[in-house]
């Protein structure tokens, strides 16, 4: 199964927020779509929480770098 992209979820989320908006759903399909809505921005968090880590990772390890550089210049 491919993973959905943070771009895809975005997208499908305005989608949905846009019927809401309309009031053109009955209470059920309001609700399911709230649900679906609220679980594509759970997704969306996560997927930014995981972009947030690696670019921790990558600047912790390019402070490394530079260090270990500077060491060796001295």
């Known amino acids: 199964m491919a993973k959905t992209s943070f771009e895809n979820n975005?997208?499908?989320l305005e989608k949905i927020i846009t019927e809401?908006?309309?009031g053109n759903l009955n209470l059920d399909e309001?609700?399911?779509k709230f649900e679906e809505?609220?679980?594509m921005s759970k997704q969306c968090n996560k997927i930014l929480e995981e972009a947030?880590?690696?670019i921790t990772i990558l600047l912790e390890k390019?402070?490394?770098i530079e260090e270990s550089d500077f060491?060796?210049?001295e």
């Open 10 to 12: 975005i997208e499908s």
């Open 20 to 22: 809401l908006e309309e």
């Open 30 to 32: 309001s609700i399911s």
């Open 37 to 39: 809505g609220i679980k």
């Open 52 to 54: 947030e880590k690696k």
């Open 62 to 64: 390019e402070e490394k």
């Open 71 to 73: 060491d060796t210049d």
